[in-house]
């Protein structure tokens, strides 16, 4: 798993470029709101403000574009998260004219580390109050995230934490099998929730490793917690992606493209036995 606080002290590619594997993200997971917060408050005692500031502009304009993209993406938000995303936008806006206005009075070029803290913390409050992930909306609640989990590895025991995840996958899986039946969801959108169901029903029937003699009940090396991991992080990916895809295939311009494009994609690629024939494995 890639880790921010791992590049920043193992690596030698220097601030900017820890920066920007930051904005965009490692390969196969976003970073957490803690993560991020524990971060963004690590680099502020770091370096120097003005170099701060910068990066705290390019994480409000990845959040800004974030909404922008949600607000295409999801045809049927109420009016309430309607609202709740131009708040956002709003106090996005709000906060980069401040840092604009203080930079132009060169006020962060001498001592302004403690002012530079305060916007970090308005910029983590803003994530907090007006959560932006892809999965953040139409996703049924649960009473405990795999965020929560993830973060609960090294605090509670493994039998507790499998009970737990089961609990919540079973949540999923209960959501995700009514929508599935409701004759309100097309073809497509009940296809989505097909394929999200078999790989929960495959999480939710893992078999885990039992706790090892070697290893005390909170070792995040203890088999048992690395592969709790694992599942976690394979339930917030199928859960995020489901539920994103489902908002936007319950349009139907979004579907009939999606078939469309399958369609011209079938008859481009070779068949499995023409790769075959060819010599290449598949």
Known sequence: MCTFQSLVYKSKIGLPLVLMAFISGCPSIQPAPLEEAKFLRQIANQYSAPLVVSFLHSRIQKNEEMISKIKSSLKNLDQSKVEVFGLAEKTLELLDEQLTALEKADYFDFNGTEKVQYFIEQFIMQNEMYPIEFGSYGVVKVAVTPD???????????????????????????????????????????????????????????????????????????????????????????????????????????????????????????????????????
């Open 148 to 282: 929560v989990l993830l973060e609960d590895l090294p605090k509670k025991r493994s039998h507790d934490l499998i009970n737990a995840t089961n609990s919540m996958i079973q949540t999923y899986l209960s959501d995700i099998d009514v929508k599935e039946r409701s004759p309100d969801n097309n073809r497509m959108q009940k296809l989505a929730a097909f394929l999200a169901r078999q790989e929960l029903q495959l999480l939710a029937n893992y078999s885990y490793p039992p706790d090892h003699d070697n290893y005390n009940y909170y070792d995040l090396n203890n088999p048992t917690k690395v592969a709790l991991g694992t599942v976690l992080r394979k339930v917030k990916t199928v859960v995020d992606f489901f539920y994103a895809q489902f908002n936007h295939l319950s349009d139907p311009k979004s579907t009939t493209k999606m078939i469309e494009d399958s369609v011209n994609e079938s008859q481009e690629k070779p068949s499995y036995h023409e790769v075959r024939l060819g010599g290449v494995s598949p």
